[in-house]
């Protein structure tokens, strides 16, 4: 295997899910993720709520001189945003250390009305790019989305390698599909979503589109659905919903499972369970889990452990794959964040092939 072969496998295993929000601040604060970003679903440009709460409440010093105006606003209707990501890591499996660029997304969001935004992205690093148009016409803010975006499935977290997520994209495994769900930063579709708030705590999303990476216009559409609830009881915030999905496949493939997220004080969990029916093959049922909880050890400063496990056939015994990740995030000053993880694998045969990661991280 060359270089960047290697790169390219280390890239793929280790990326996070760059684009993303962080789900869990919305059950901390007793809030959904359109609080803080120009999209309901979350994800991709901060509004201006987002950019004062990274700024203001998230770091462990920030900058509070008035004489440096600091807004993501660059005219009375136009909002601009970027994330950067770079990272250094040692996997054991490799024996070798690497250095990387993994994403450079600039985006911006313009407001064409009070109830009409268009919303574009591009990755100058990985070359994906996404953009939309948000009408939110209908009643209870309500809304219409049109273009090539993420769908929404399950909880969105910002790794894109737990297997809920796109897993570890084929390159590790001997299967000939992904060990992950389809969603990984790659993947994009091309369509129209609808999103409705039946009530403060309420929310649903029902799209149909068309894999962008497809070029044919004889495939299947995609649909997928998506309900959740998000009370707040006794000052713990909830999230409690399920997600949908019919894909063609090489076969007909139907997803769907359900979530948890739970936030009080400096505490929050989430949590996915999803099933998959002819997603590794035909009459093969696959289940996918995703754990993760955080302690905000101090502004600035939380403490993370995840669990993630497949299990590619569930009438076949011992071919789970499962691994836990620990480790913190750090931001030390506004913009500015430090990942340090430790990653341990487990499989039936068990190798040596724990990794540790170390992700630097700066946006606007």
């Not at 591009?122 to 948000?134: C, L, N, T």
């Not at 297997?163 to 299967?175: A, E, K, P, V, W």
């Not at 979503?193 to 990476?213: C, D, Q, V, W």
């Not at 995609?222 to 894909?247: H, M």
Request: hydrophobic share 35%; glycine share 8%.
């Amino acid at each position: 295997m060359n270089s960047q072969k290697i790169t390219f496998l280390f890239l793929l295993i280790f990326l996070p899910g760059m684009i993303f929000s962080l789900p869990r601040f919305a059950v901390q604060q007793f809030d959904n993720c359109s609080s803080c970003h120009v999209n309901p679903t979350g994800g991709l440009i901060r509004n201006e709520g987002g950019f004062g709460f990274g700024r203001y409440l998230v770091s462990m010093i920030s900058p509070r001189d008035e004489d440096i105006k600091l807004s993501p606003k660059i005219s009375d209707n136009i909002l601009f945003g970027f994330d950067y990501r770079t990272q250094y890591l040692y996997s054991q499996e490799k024996e070798r250390t690497d250095f990387q660029e993994m994403t450079g997304s600039v985006y911006t969001a313009v407001e064409l009305s009070t109830k009409i935004s268009a919303v574009a992205r591009y990755d100058f690093i990985q070359y994906i790019w996404e953009a939309y148009g948000i009408a939110k016409v209908l009643p209870n803010e309500s809304y219409i989305k049109v273009g090539s975006f993420q769908p929404d499935f399950g909880i969105r977290i910002d790794d894109h390698s737990a297997y809920t997520r796109g897993g570890d994209h084929r390159l590790i495994s001997n299967q000939s599909t992904s060990n992950g769900l389809i969603y990984n930063p790659f993947y994009v579709e091309t369509g129209i979503e609808l999103g409705a708030n039946f009530h403060k705590y309420a929310h649903m999303t029902f799209s149909i589109g068309k894999p962008r990476s497809s070029r044919t216009l004889t495939q299947d559409p995609v649909y997928t659905t998506r309900l959740e609830f998000n009370p707040v009881i006794s000052k713990i915030g909830l999230s409690i919903g399920g997600s949908y999905a019919a894909v063609k496949t090489s076969y007909n493939t139907s997803l769907f499972g359900g979530f948890l997220g739970v936030g009080y004080k400096k505490f929050a969990l989430l949590a996915e369970y999803d099933m998959a029916d002819n997603y590794f093959g035909e009459d093969i049922k696959s289940s996918f889990l995703m754990a993760k909880a955080t302690y905000r050890i101090i502004t600035g400063l939380e403490a993370i452990i995840r669990y993630d496990m497949v299990d590619p056939d569930r009438d076949t015994e011992k071919d789970e794959l499962s691994r836990l990740i620990a480790g913190f995030e750090f931001f030390p000053y506004s913009f500015i964040e430090l990942r340090p993880q430790y990653r341990m694998n487990f499989e039936e045969n068990s190798i040596d092939n724990d990794a540790f990661v170390l992700q630097f991280h700066i946006w606007y």
